[in-house]
């Protein structure tokens, strides 16, 4: 059943932030791809702070697994979306889901995490990666951190770079922004694919 609702949350995902036609690969139509992690010419990079300071921006306080988590969406579904990396900031598979390192480091200790708790700048995001995240807030965000992290722990990115390890082992692995690219975008190809045969 939990399987199932988080298949369709998925989908809705998919086909709201990609409101655009894709081409053959599942990538936008119109787009050029761009490394992840390389920033935009003449305009500085939100970093993960950035973007988990508009999140609480617009969700109030929540606990800082469940941030990592909308963090971690955010940067995957922008990835899609606009075939680019919202943040620079490495996410790492630990045992308990992605958790971009740097962003732990300026709240550990702390369970629940307030608006202007994080240093970051909710204004520096442009209004494509607002969209991005606008986007995940609304599918993602009324999500518990537990649940979230279930649902990170069934999606080949954080399975992937967790290989060898055993489920509560530490490790600090990095999940490739291109397989999280590959990855969500294949399953947002998958979902319109079957959209389209069942309007047959």
């Known amino acids: 059943m939990m399987r199932t609702t988080l298949r369709v949350l998925l989908l809705k995902i998919a086909r709201s932030v990609l409101g655009a036609a894709l081409t053959s690969d ?3 139509a119109g787009s050029t791809l761009r490394l992840p992690g390389v920033q935009r010419a003449s305009v500085t990079m939100a970093t993960a702070h950035d973007v988990a300071a508009y999140i609480l921006k617009q969700r109030g306080p929540m606990t800082a697994m469940k941030l990592q988590k909308l963090v971690y969406y955010a940067q995957a579904w922008h990835l ?9 900031d490495v996410i790492q598979a630990w045992a308990a889901g992605p958790v971009v390192k740097s962003l ?3 709240h550990r200790g702390k369970y629940t995490l307030s608006p202007g708790d994080i240093a970051g700048n909710a204004d520096a995001l442009d209004p494509s990666e607002r969209r991005s995240v606008d986007v995940v807030l609304g599918y993602y965000g009324n ?4 649940q979230l992290s279930e649902l990170t722990h069934s999606e080949q990115p954080w399975i992937n770079a967790r290989n060898g390890l055993g489920p509560m ?4 692995r990095v999940i490739d922004p291109t397989e999280m690219m590959d990855y969500y975008t294949a ?3 998958e979902q319109r694919e079957r959209a389209q045969s069942e309007r047959r």
């Open 26 to 28: 599942g990538r936008q």
């Open 80 to 88: 899609v979306r606009a075939d680019k990396a919202l943040f620079d």
């Open 104 to 106: 732990y480091v300026s």
């Open 143 to 146: 999500r518990t951190a537990e």
């Open 169 to 172: 082992e530490r490790g600090e």
């Open 187 to 189: 399953f947002a190809r």
